[in-house]
């Protein structure tokens, strides 16, 4: 292709971007296809000549884009956001269209440089002390995953690297039912072996850990001569929002010398309002500290924060310098290849840039108390409404309801999937207790109040179906 027509085509698809965005309520939120449907449109093997790039988009059009979700609906309320600010989709173009690679300071000083200040404009804006640095990692599991590493190898006094982990003493990782996957994942790859990851029970509301019987664990495996490594702790749990005490964590943490990891990833961006941050009160004192701005906060996806106390701690763990990377610059640059586990790294940062200075921070903290405010509103009306039942009271912008107890879980299931068929909103379920729950979290970038009025009307019209039918 020449310059010239990637320019014409790139002038294209800014067009149809914005008329998609304009038009996407029309839109059903949820992709409506059967499984296989897309693949047999696929040609069965690969072209041997090159095909018109016309060509190629119209297909775009005809077979990717009916078979997408559109995150970017304004009526998504599933799971958690995955907000695109068009600002930040600008700084993702710049960056597709200069393609560096961000691994060393060398190979692109603006991206480690701009790198370097978004996270301490990240860390000023959440209220973090200045003790911590960070580095912008691709997704919570993999900054998740360098905590988890650290974690083991700073128990191992940086031995589990040389020599393996037999022969070491059992490590021990504590954590509650409320954490993510990835939690579990980082301690499969780590080593540590799920045995080894030990569920503290939950207390109260919020469902936070039990330091009490954290610390009784905690004991319990050192009597027994194993080596706790680590706590991880979450603020905002994504099945229904639980939130560790963290300062009553960070208590057992400081008396036996553990690394705590907290996983803020989707509530982290809420802390740029100072109302929420009793939340996770005690972070400041953690050791790592995961956030996604690719969740609410409107920066594109990828895009996740992990905020760290000792970097030289995270190093230790995981830079390794062959000769082809070694660099002569001075000491004082960083090299961000050293502080992730992959080694190339894309220029994430430009796009915080960009949406911190369009927004204000004044601009995302309007948004974010928009969405929890409009969300609790809903929970209130939902509570009051015949036929229903609220399960968890809102987290931020989160909380989960169900059909009253005169319902089974098949029956709440059967309503998650009528409202997902009819397209006008897009919500999903959870187990809370072993009972089926219904999940609504507002956090949609373009989200209207109005929007929330509308799932209020789809819910109630369509579980009132459910009664007629
Ligand atoms: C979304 C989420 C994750 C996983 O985030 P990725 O960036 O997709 O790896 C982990 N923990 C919590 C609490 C989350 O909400």
Redesign the pocket.
Known sequence: MDWNSFARHARDIADWGADYHQTLRDRPVRAQTKPGSIFNALPATPPEQGEPMDAILQDFHDIALPGLTHWQHPRFFA??PANAAPESMLAEFLTTITAPQCMLWQTSPAATEIETRMVDWMRQAIGLPDAFTGAIQ???????LSAVMTMRERALDWAGKEQGLSGQPVLRVYCSQE?????DRAIWFSGIGQDNLVRIPTTGPRRAMDAGALRQAVEADIAAGMKPAGIIT?????STGACDDIAAVMEVAEAHDLYVHV?????GSAMICPEFRDLWAGAERADSI?F?P??WLGAQ??C?IQFIRDPDALRKTLAIQPEYLKTTAEDEIINYSEWSIPLGRRFRALKLWFLIRAYGLEGLRMRLRNHVAWSQALCERLRTEPGFEIVTEPVLSLFTFRLDATHSDAQNQALVDRINDDGRIYLTQTLVDGTKAIRFQVGQFDCTEADVETAFHVITELAAEDALS
């Open positions: 799971y958690f691709d997704s919570a599991s993999s900054a998740t954490v993510h996957t990835s939690i979450c603020t905002g749990g994504t996983d803020a990833a989707w509530a995961v996604n690719h969740k996806f990828d996740s």
